[in-house]
């Protein structure tokens, strides 16, 4: 099959979509990819880039047609709005010219989901398919993450949301518990598929190294992969540290990413006194971080407690099952189910900082070989749900299933 996947973020930005293009091209898909200038989570473009040159690239044998855009800037709400904006209306443009016969156009949609617009530009004017993958709901998700609350922007927001459903052949969704949100603006049963996200085949069960090991604190390392942000609710994770630095100051926090509450955090693990118990290692390479997990005695996943991020399965978690490691939860909803479900470790209430502490300090406490246990269980259990190949397979079959 011809496939144009259309993401406003791609290569050389990290997000699950480059390894699903990857994916198919593998299985002898002919793969081309229509995405904006690389710039998420930079204040302007990656070096290299700019506002008009690199239109056309080619990466891992797959064609890349890059829309010009305005870069998040500050990532502010106002410079968010126009980085949507512009996606979607200069994508727009670049779908109308575009060339190639296409045989499915399959829509990767974090936020924002106006990043739809190009491939149904598209459609329109070639008749081809559109497969719409939501990672995010929409508008919820723009009111529980901003401070957005005007209701002409929020039913704008609603009216988009219901065209662009509309226009969709197929929508697959990356939590069965976002059916009733879909439906509710789909209003079609049939167009929706559950199809969870998986995981590059990096992401396994290896040995510790002794590199790695040396970077991290000695004790008992309880480790955080990922965004600092507002949804990952660092002030639970804080208020957690202090309680465990109090008990047991054997008990370390390594943090691995970055993100726009970084600066907040520095300035708490300050306030608090928290040195010596709560590091910030920075962003690693994604190729070293299940060689950083295998060195961690347990891995953490952390949201608000907020409706809509309760639908939710953070992406962390399928790394996390499938390097077979142990998981303590701060989150409620399906993130929640999936590691009891799992039997792969221990789950408090979003926000509760006293539960998360008393888990991660009760973990402490498990012998090797329990610890042991819980991570074989999240290995078996990432290979019975979130395996990347079956889960390629599954796609290839929703594919076909309209030829």
């Keep these: 099959m011809r496939i144009l996947i259309v993401s406003q973020y791609f290569w050389p930005e990290k997000f699950r979509i480059n390894d699903l293009a990857v994916g198919l091209k593998e299985k002898g898909h002919e793969v081309e990819v229509l995405t904006g200038k690389p710039n998420y989570g930079k204040t302007t473009f990656y070096e290299g880039y700019?506002?008009?040159?690199?239109?056309?690239?080619?990466?891992?044998?797959?064609?890349?047609?890059?829309?010009?855009?305005?870069?998040?800037?500050?990532?502010?709400?106002?410079d968010l709005v126009f980085n949507y904006l512009s996606f979607a209306l200069f994508g727009s443009i670049k779908a109308f010219f575009l060339k190639g016969r296409y045989d499915k156009i399959f829509v990767f949609v974090p936020s924002p989901i106006i990043s739809g617009v190009p491939a149904i530009v598209l459609k329109r004017r070639k008749k081809i398919p559109i497969y719409f993958w939501v990672q995010d709901l929409w508008p919820e998700s723009v009111t529980a993450t901003t401070d957005i609350k005007n209701k002409r922007i929020i039913n704008f927001l609603e009216s988009v949301t219901h065209w662009i459903y509309k226009n969709?052949?197929?929508?697959?969704?990356?939590?069965?518990?976002?059916?009733?949100?879909?439906?509710?603006?789909?209003?079609?049963?049939?167009?929706?598929?559950?199809?969870?996200?998986?995981?590059?085949?990096?992401?396994?069960?290896?040995?510790?190294?002794?590199?790695?090991?040396?970077?991290?604190?000695?004790?008992?390392?309880?480790?955080?992969?990922?965004?600092?942000?507002?949804?990952?609710?660092?002030?639970t994770l804080l208020n957690a540290a202090c309680i465990t630095r109090d008990h047991n100051k054997n008990i370390k926090w390594v943090i691995i990413g970055d993100g726009r509450k970084k600066p907040y955090v520095e300035q708490k693990i300050a306030d608090n006194n928290l040195q010596d118990v709560f590091f910030l290692l920075g962003e690693r390479p994604v190729e070293q971080m299940p060689n950083f997990f295998a060195c961690a005695d347990c891995l953490l996943v952390s949201l608000k407690s907020n409706y809509i991020f309760s639908l939710t399965i953070p992406s962390k978690v399928q790394s996390y099952l499938a390097c077979g490691k142990p998981l303590i939860g701060a989150l409620d909803g399906e993130g929640a189910r999936i590691i009891k479900d799992a039997n792969a470790g221990l789950v408090s209430d979003a926000e509760?900082?006293?539960?998360?502490?008393?888990?991660?300090?009760?973990?402490?406490?498990?012998?090797?070989?329990?610890?042991?246990?819980?991570?074989?269980?999240?290995?078996?259990?990432?290979?019975?749900?979130?395996?990347?190949?079956?889960?390629?397979?599954?796609?290839?079959?929703?594919?076909k299933s309209d030829l």
Aim: contains cysteine; glycine residues 4%; hydrophobic residues 40%.
């Design 168 to 235: 969709c052949d197929k929508i697959l969704i990356q939590s069965q518990a976002f059916t009733p949100s879909i439906l509710q603006r789909a209003n079609d049963e049939k167009k929706i598929i559950y199809y969870p996200n998986s995981v590059e085949a990096l992401y396994k069960v290896v040995s510790p190294l002794g590199e790695f090991k040396r970077q991290l604190p000695q004790g008992f390392t309880v480790m955080f992969a990922g965004n600092i942000g507002e949804a990952q609710d660092f002030n």
């Design 50 to 78: 700019s506002f008009l040159n690199k239109s056309r690239e080619t990466w891992n044998d797959i064609k890349i047609h890059r829309a010009a855009l305005i870069p998040r800037h500050k990532a502010n709400n106002i």
């Design 352 to 399: 509760d900082s006293v539960g998360l502490a008393n888990n991660i300090e009760k973990m402490s406490k498990m012998s090797v070989s329990e610890r042991a246990k819980l991570g074989n269980n999240a290995r078996a259990y990432f290979e019975l749900e979130f395996e990347r190949e079956k889960l390629l397979d599954k796609l290839e079959d929703i594919f």
